[in-house]
């Protein structure tokens, strides 16, 4: 059973524009819904994270929007750059949940041509 | 650089060996979670440790174990190997506070099965 969904697979962005990543998560017990980036050879880095008491966080070019009813939330990357070419992960994780162990989406891989 | 390190990086062994992976958390981080990443399973977690006592337990195999000594560091052992155990390995750690879910993830471990 997967608890944390994450669409699209693949996803080809021109430079400057916009990318758009989306997870959908079941379990209500989740409060924490971080973002990791993941280079070939390298492990997970932590980007941006977010919890359910507020819609919408930013860090740089870096925003999470957060929709509590619908149980989705996704990832935007602004002004999109050769550099953020990578695969992109979404977790959740809450208290209850096997300690705070993260539960992860399949993950997205990201390019960007310039 | 997350300050999580991991050894060896790469390991090469046969069916039916036992070897053993090596994580030292971040300074200060009391929590260290152990992943795997496959192409068909994607990341999952297997073990959770807290200041040297087991925290929580994923869908590790009972092949699989693991423990945190007391200077904090950990070591996941993995024995009667086979070839489906190849994947990549990571350690991740945090701070395991009240507040702070933050998992900060080392640079893998990858080990070959042949």
């Known amino acids: 059973q997967q608890q944390v969904k994450q669409s699209p697979q693949s996803l080809i962005v021109q430079k400057g524009g916009i990318s758009i990543i989306n997870c959908a998560y079941e379990?209500?017990?989740?409060?924490?819904f971080p973002w990791y980036q993941q280079f070939p050879g390298k492990g997970p880095a932590l980007l941006i994270a977010i919890r359910p008491d507020v819609s919408e966080k930013k860090e740089g070019r870096f925003t999470i929007s957060f929709n509590k009813s619908a149980k989705q939330f996704s990832l935007h990357i602004m002004d999109s750059q050769p550099g953020d070419s990578a695969t992109y992960f979404c977790?959740?994780?809450?208290?209850?949940?096997?300690?705070?162990?993260?539960?992860f989406g399949k993950g997205t891989t990201l390019s960007v041509s310039s | 650089d997350s300050g999580v390190t991991q050894t060896p990086k790469h390991l090469i062994t046969a069916t039916g060996q036992r070897v053993t992976l090596r994580c030292s958390p971040r300074s200060g981080d009391l929590s260290v979670y152990w992943y795997q990443q496959s192409l068909d399973q994607g990341l999952q977690f297997l073990i959770q440790y807290y200041n040297g006592e087991e925290r929580a337990k994923g869908n590790i195999l009972e092949r699989f174990s693991a423990q945190q000594f007391p200077d904090l560091h950990s070591e996941l052992n993995l024995s009667s190997l086979e070839l489906g155990d190849s994947a990549l390995y990571f350690c991740?750690?945090?701070?395991?506070?009240?507040?702070?879910?933050?998992?900060?993830f080392g640079p893998g471990t990858r080990l070959t099965v042949t």
């Open positions: 977790a959740a994780s809450g208290a209850n949940q096997a300690g705070t162990a993260l539960i």
């Open positions: 991740a750690s945090s701070v395991e506070g009240l507040v702070s879910y933050e998992q900060y």
């Open positions: 379990n209500t017990a989740f409060d924490y």
